[in-house]
């Protein structure tokens, strides 16, 4: 199988990733350094990060990485990223080709793919507005309430997994000096989740809470010196949360931070229901934190009070907190759980053997 794999990168990560290949010669070097930083890994298949000749993986709105292979492919510096992928595409002859980011190349851009593709899958699994995917041979995804809004829009959907990432088994296998970690957003669109993010940072009066937040520009700007004299105030952070902040980390750096916390809090955000089970849980429960997360509808493996904790409200979860860190022995005994449970049921193997099945049925 000749599979191209396409990763879609966040701004966020697009400028750590900037600063990490700041020095990058080409595009193989570019690539090899996001490969090497394992950002999104647990979504990619194994041939691409074993680096299967077969097997060939870009990020299609990365803008220089792009344009770095079409330099060196000869292609004119005015060539649109569709148009590079589509000359990557074919200069590869792929047979299947896999898309993490469908919603900035939706049915257009597959209509327009070469002959030599026999399969287009994709994963989604957000709400994604009017996007139009059903071009695609199916729409691959964890939460099966999004999957089903799929399949009312006319897509084939299927049930997917992301996959722990064998690096993970390096980290986390010695103090966990950090009590509560918590990496993600924080926005005043997130309103369910940012009263408990409050709630739980008061925790650093007598705990170690660490809280990574990627942070719009609108609210760096509001919490800078010259910002704090406009009229951002809506915009900015309750100083209980600043108090704990810091930049947020990706790949390799994430993995580390949360190999060095006894918890990793999680919470949704609305947008599948009661469907859990996000990337977070994967990644805190691959690198042997203690997961604790919002009560739902979970997949296999992840279940509470044996291989996760969950909670109901805020409240709720400050006291699961204080419980788990008290009981020190119990919640290890869960965390350990959770690692060994997890790194059975989603091992990279098993997710590319899904997947040759899935490409296989069309």
């Not at 088994?169 to 997130?190: A, K, Q, T």
């Amino acid at each position: 199988m000749r599979l191209f794999q396409n990763c879609g990168l966040t701004p966020s990560y697009l400028a750590h990733l900037d600063r990490l290949a700041a020095t990058a010669s080409g595009f193989g070097q570019r690539r090899r350094l996001f490969l090497d930083d394992r950002f999104g890994a647990l979504h990619i298949l194994q041939p691409v990060l074993e680096g299967d000749a077969d097997a060939f993986l870009t990020c299609g709105n990365d803008d220089t990485l792009q344009r770095q292979w079409a330099r060196e492919n000869g292609l004119p510096d005015a060539t649109s990223l569709d148009d590079i992928m589509l000359q990557q595409i074919e200069h590869h002859r792929t047979e299947v080709f896999y898309n993490l980011d469908p919603v900035r190349f939706p049915s257009a851009f597959v209509r327009r793919l070469p002959g030599c593709i026999r399969t287009t899958l994709c994963w989604r699994a957000a709400p994604s507005g009017r996007a139009d995917l059903t071009a695609y041979g199916a729409v691959l995804g964890n939460f099966p309430s999004i999957l089903e809004s799929w399949r009312h829009k006319g897509c084939r959907a299927e049930l997917f997994f992301p996959a722990i990432d064998p690096v993970m088994n390096d980290v986390g296998h010695g103090d966990r000096p950090i009590d509560v970690l918590f990496v993600g957003g924080y926005s005043r669109h997130h309103s369910a989740r940012a009263k408990i993010l409050e709630q739980v940072a008061r925790l650093a009066d007598t705990s170690q809470v660490v809280f990574c937040l990627d942070a719009s520009r609108l609210t760096l700007l509001a919490e800078s010196p010259v910002g704090r004299l406009l009229p951002l105030r809506k915009h900015r952070r309750p100083g209980v949360i600043t108090a704990v902040a810091k930049p947020p980390v990706f790949g390799r750096q994430l993995y580390e931070l949360i190999g060095q916390s006894k918890i990793v809090l999680n919470g949704a955000i609305d947008m599948a229901g009661h469907d859990r089970g996000n990337m977070r849980c994967f990644e805190a429960m691959g690198c042997g934190a203690l997961l604790v997360s919002d009560a739902g509808n979970y997949p296999e493996g992840m279940v509470p009070d044996e291989t996760i904790v969950t909670y109901e409200t805020g409240e709720h979860c400050l006291a699961r907190i204080r419980q788990c860190l008290s009981d020190t022995a119990c919640a290890r005994e869960i965390a350990d759980n959770g690692r060994r449970r997890i790194g059975e049921l989603y091992a990279k193997e098993s997710q590319w053997a899904r997947f040759k099945k899935l490409a296989a049925s069309f």
